[in-house]
């Protein structure tokens, strides 16, 4: 008598995507009708958060704005394929580990000194050598005899290090040269994040729109990624650029020494950012067999837009959380961000989860990332600047780098470390971040009692 196995696929409600959707959406166009600056906006000027600024940085903000969209998607068609890429390739598990270890270890370094290395050039030539690389590796993996080349891994890691930081760097520098308004600045922050993830969805659309079969030996989705990196490239060179006297190596290390390295406020700033880099890393990594442990079946390519749209959900939240109308400062929202994604993470890690608890967990988890992101932009701004942003940001990736190459290389080997402790160091991380934050809070407001007693 033959065993019959019954199993059920697991499928996302159809209406988790027009709810999101929805919920995003309102967040952006109704901040400012309630903003304080709602009488400006009836005064004449227009309340969208894409029209605001003055005539030459607004031009500047759309472009800036698209081009950063562009990018996005590049790194999206980049990641697209996952852990079927390394399958198609002909790589197991632990040689996956492997091969991710080492391309970790071998931009460990250059990914440290990418961002001094911007700050010396200046963040608009930063950004054209973004577009150099995702050019070669676009062009590269474009023909599938070279698809599974060592020094993809290798650039790719090296150009995702420069994303993070170049392109903000270079709108803060329009910023000041123009002479903005601050708030104009944070509300360019959010709508970055909020344009990268739905860029993130675009990519995988065009991605199944492009993709072909491998027995032609050209794949059309790298191929459109290099385009757009000539693009890319072309628009920047022609583009206006602003001037930056380029200070000598030792007067640059002293005042890092100064203002990163020997200042609490940009420290913790470092360790929050670098703790956000490493679960995200690790729910890279982990979110797709965490779901489907124990043999549970789910259609993944249909989940993870939705924990995108979850991100743009929390990014669009982000300007009804700081002003004079907020109502709570800006570092106290971040810290609830901090403790409610550690929060998610640790019952992932420490309890076991039917499918559908797990995608709302980690929802919570991308909407606390959403909303993170730009807040840790606006805090760099206020306590760090400009001409070291480049290099904080490329230590706090160093340092998260250096974790996830660590674990990496545990992994590569038969007795490595659980899934379980990954994510739950992970999360520790997250909730360590959210009091040093809270510290910063306090820090300030100490520092403003001392100010009035004197």
Request: hydrophobic share 50%; proline share 4%.
């Amino acid at each position: 008598m033959g065993v019959v196995i019954e199993w059920e696929e697991w499928a996302l409600t159809p209406l988790a995507y027009p709810l999101l959707s929805a919920a995003g959406l309102t967040a952006v166009l109704l901040p400012p009708y309630f903003s304080a600056t709602a009488a400006a906006h009836a005064a004449g000027s227009s309340p969208s958060p894409f029209d605001a600024g003055a005539g030459p940085f607004l031009r500047f903000r759309r472009a800036f704005l698209l081009l950063f969209a562009l990018a996005s998607v590049v790194e999206g068609i980049q990641s697209v394929f996952g852990e079927d890429e390394f399958v198609r390739c002909g790589l197991g598990r632990e040689q996956m580990a492997a091969r991710l270890a080492a391309t970790a270890a071998a931009a460990l370094f250059p990914g440290a000194i990418s961002g001094v290395i911007s700050d010396k050039i200046g963040p608009r030539r930063a950004c054209i050598f973004y577009w150099a690389l995702q050019l070669a590796v676009g062009a590269l993996k474009s023909f599938s005899a070279l698809r599974c080349a060592w020094i993809n891994n290798f650039i790719l890691a090296l150009a995702s290090s420069l994303f993070s930081f170049c392109f903000e760097a270079w709108l803060v520098v329009e910023h000041e040269k123009q002479d903005q308004k601050q708030d104009l600045l944070f509300d360019t922050f959010w709508l970055m994040t909020f344009f990268e993830s739905v860029s993130l969805i675009g990519s995988q659309e065009i991605t199944n729109v492009l993709v072909s079969n491998d027995d032609n030996g050209f794949l059309l989705p790298y191929a459109f990624a290099a385009t757009v990196s000539v693009v890319g490239i072309l628009y920047i060179r022609n583009a206006s650029s602003t001037t930056q006297h380029a200070s000598a190596i030792g007067s640059y290390q002293k005042s890092f020494f100064a203002h990163v390295l020997r200042d609490k406020r940009v420290l913790i700033l470092v360790l929050a950012q670098a703790s956000i880099h490493f679960a995200v890393s690790a729910f890279w990594f982990l979110w797709a067999p965490t779901i489907v442990a124990d043999g549970r079946y789910a259609q993944l390519s249909v989940i993870y837009p939705c924990f995108l749209a979850s991100r743009m959900l929390g990014t669009a939240g982000f300007p009804w959380f700081y002003g004079a109308t907020a109502p709570c400062q800006n570092e106290d929202s971040l810290t609830i961000a901090y403790i409610g994604a550690g929060l998610a993470l640790s019952i992932v890690a420490y309890d076991y989860q039917e499918i559908g608890t797990l995608v709302i967990l980690f929802c919570i988890f991308h909407a606390c990332v959403g909303f993170i992101l730009p807040s840790l932009a606006r805090l760099r701004t206020m306590y760090l600047p400009n001409e070291l942003r480049g290099g904080m940001m490329s230590f706090s990736l160093s340092l998260a780098n250096a974790a996830i190459f660590i674990f990496l290389l545990q992994d590569s080997h038969p007795r490595s470390i659980a899934n379980s402790t990954i994510l739950g160091l992970a999360s520790c991380g997250l909730l360590g971040a959210g009091g040093c934050v809270h510290m910063l809070r306090r820090w300030r407001k100490h520092t403003r009692q001392n100010a009035r007693s004197l």
